[in-house]
C-alpha cells in the first residue's frame, strides 16, 4: 500500500494543487485496516474508510465516491499492480475529459484464464451496448459530480464500473482512453475467475440490458396499449 501512494504523491505532485488520497478498507480480514491508519497519521493527504462489514468492490468503490470532496474522483486498487509511470500518464489526462478510462497494454502479464474472461466480457458488452471500449474494469477517473449521484451499484464483484461507465456514455459525457502498463502484483490475488464474480457480472449484465434497453420498450409497449384503449 505504501507504494501506491508513493506512486500516487509523484504523480499528482505539481500537476494537481489540491487532492486527497481515500483508503477504503473493506472489512479486511489482515491488518490492512491499521496500515492504514498508520499512514494516514504520516499523511495529511490520507483519509481512511473503514466498512464495518465486507460489501464488495462496487460498494467499497462508491465509498470513496460519497466521501470525496475534489472535482474528480479516481480509482487505484492498492495491490501495486499499476506503473508509476502509468499513473503519471493517466495523471497528465485528467481534466481533459469527463471521463479517463484505462486501458492495459502489456494484457500477457496477466494469466491465460484471466484474460480469456476479461476478453470475453469486454467483447460482449461492446456488442450488447454497441461500444468499442478497449477495457471496462480498469482504474478510471470520471468526475466526482458526476458518479455521486449514482447511490447504487448492481455489482459486489469487478463488474462494478461497467455500469457506470455505460450509464455516463449514454448521457453523453465525453471519455478518452488511455493505454497503461502493469507489472506483478505485491498484494493480493486477482479474484476476477472467482465462481461468484463470474456470476456477478453475468447477473449485472441481464440488469444493464434490462434497465438500458428493455425497459423503456416495454414501458412503451404498455403505455400503446393503454392509449388504444
Known amino acids: 500500500m505504501d507504494g501506491v501512494i508513493k506512486s500516487i504523491h509523484q504523480a499528482l505532485d505539481g500537476r494537481i494543487p489540491k487532492y486527497e488520497i481515500i483508503i477504503v478498507n473493506d472489512d479486511?480480514?489482515?491488518?490492512t485496516g491499521q496500515v492504514a491508519e498508520n499512514l494516514a497519521r504520516q499523511n495529511s493527504h490520507l483519509k481512511v474508510i473503514h466498512n464495518v462489514e465486507n460489501r464488495g468492490c462496487g460498494f467499497?468503490?462508491?465509498?470513496?465516491?460519497?466521501?470525496?470532496?475534489h472535482e474528480y474522483?479516481?480509482?487505484?486498487?492498492?495491490d501495486d499492480e499499476i506503473t508509476t509511470d502509468s499513473i503519471e500518464t493517466i495523471a497528465n489526462h485528467i481534466g481533459k475529459a469527463d471521463m479517463i478510462i484505462p486501458y492495459v497494454l502489456n494484457f500477457a502479464i496477466r494469466p491465460l484464464s484471466r484474460r480469456i474472461v476479461?476478453?470475453?466480457?469486454?467483447?460482449?458488452?461492446n456488442?450488447?451496448?454497441?461500444?468499442?471500449?478497449?477495457y471496462y474494469n480498469g482504474p478510471c477517473v470520471i468526475r466526482t459530480d458526476?458518479?455521486?449521484p449514482m447511490t447504487t451499484v448492481n455489482s459486489r464483484g469487478f463488474a462494478f464500473m461497467a455500469p457506470i461507465l455505460l450509464r455516463l456514455m449514454k448521457q453523453k459525457h465525453t471519455y478518452t482512453e488511455v493505454g497503461i502498463t502493469l507489472q506483478n502484483r505485491r498484494y493480493g490475488k486477482a479474484s476476477v475467475n472467482n465462481l461468484l464474480n463470474i456470476l456477478s457480472a453475468i447477473k449485472m449484465i441481464a440488469w444493464l440490458?434490462?434497465?438500458?434497453?428493455?425497459?423503456?420498450v416495454f414501458k412503451n409497449?404498455?403505455?400503446q396499449a393503454t392509449a388504444k384503449h
Do not use: C, E, Q
Open 209 to 216: 440490458v434490462w434497465t438500458m434497453h428493455l425497459a423503456s
Open 28 to 31: 479486511s480480514r489482515d491488518n
Open 146 to 148: 458526476l458518479v455521486k
Open 221 to 223: 409497449t404498455a403505455n
Open 127 to 134: 456488442v450488447l451496448f454497441w461500444k468499442k471500449l478497449h
Open 118 to 125: 476479461s476478453w470475453g466480457y469486454t467483447a460482449l458488452l
Open 73 to 78: 474522483v479516481w480509482l487505484i486498487p492498492g
Open 60 to 69: 467499497t468503490f462508491m465509498s470513496g465516491v460519497k466521501a470525496a470532496k
